[in-house]
């Protein structure tokens, strides 16, 4: 089966940086997209983050973007977010997850299949 565990998490002071990494197993790593979300006590899941299966196509949320970097290393089977200029607004559980289809790369948190545990993040000010 299809397993995802994230790694990386950790405190860090309001405009620092840390690098979350994810790892897939169970299937063709290369053949599928993967995505970052966060959810914050009292608060939904969001979408922060999206890669297709090559790394070629991304997207990301308006309240990361230029800020986060989303990338993947295929022969590692490993998926990474780039997190810098962190903000107290940023803390939250931090989950990597991927679909069943591979012909997706999805921007919504009800389109994906596969979740990790999450890596928590702590920003202090």
């Known amino acids: 089966q299809v397993q995802v565990v994230e790694s990386g998490g950790g405190l860090v002071q309001a405009g620092g940086s840390l690098r979350l990494s994810c790892a897939a197993s169970?299937?063709?790593?290369?053949?599928?997209?993967m995505g970052w979300f966060r959810q914050a006590p009292g608060k939904e899941r969001e979408f922060l983050a999206a890669?297709?299966?090559?790394?070629?196509?991304?997207y990301y949320a308006d309240s990361v973007k230029g800020r986060f970097t989303i990338s993947r290393d295929n022969a590692k089977n490993t998926v990474y977010l780039q997190m810098n200029n962190l903000k107290p607004e940023d803390t939250a559980l931090y989950y990597c997850?991927?679909?069943?289809?591979?012909?997706?790369?999805?921007?919504?948190?009800?389109?994906?299949?596969?979740w990790g545990q999450g890596t928590q993040v702590t920003v202090s000010s």
């Open positions: 997850a991927t679909p069943r289809s591979s012909l997706v790369v999805p921007r919504r948190v009800e389109d994906y299949d596969y």
């Open positions: 169970g299937r063709t790593f290369s053949r599928y997209a």
């Open positions: 890669i297709g299966s090559s790394g070629g196509i991304t």
